[in-house]
């Protein structure tokens, strides 16, 4: 397998190295990558939940917009 990082990538992953945090590159990656997969799964579990709020909750008469609106109003508080 062949990857590519940015530039900035690759001085991150070096630092991480450097520090003495991490033995080499593969394992920073390794670790990066079991990161995100506890994240999507924690994302995934997340959305599912909501989806089944969502689909045993009454119907609503609001709009998409307005929904969404209220979603953005509530995050930024």
């Known amino acids: 397998m ?3 990082f940015t530039e900035k990538q690759r001085t ?3 630092s991480l190295v450097e520090s003495g945090d991490y033995q080499n590159a593969s394992e920073a990656v390794r670790d ?3 990161l ?3 994240y999507r799964e ?3 579990k997340d959305l599912r939940a909501e989806i089944d709020k969502g689909d045993k909750s009454p119907n609503s008469n609001r709009t998409v917009q307005e929904i969404l609106d209220a979603k ?3 995050y930024q508080q």
Do not use: E, G, W
């Open 32 to 34: 990066a990558i079991r």
């Open 36 to 38: 995100h997969q506890k």
């Open 2 to 4: 062949n990857v590519s």
């Open 72 to 74: 953005i109003k509530a």
């Open 42 to 44: 924690m994302v995934l």
């Open 12 to 14: 991150y992953i070096s």
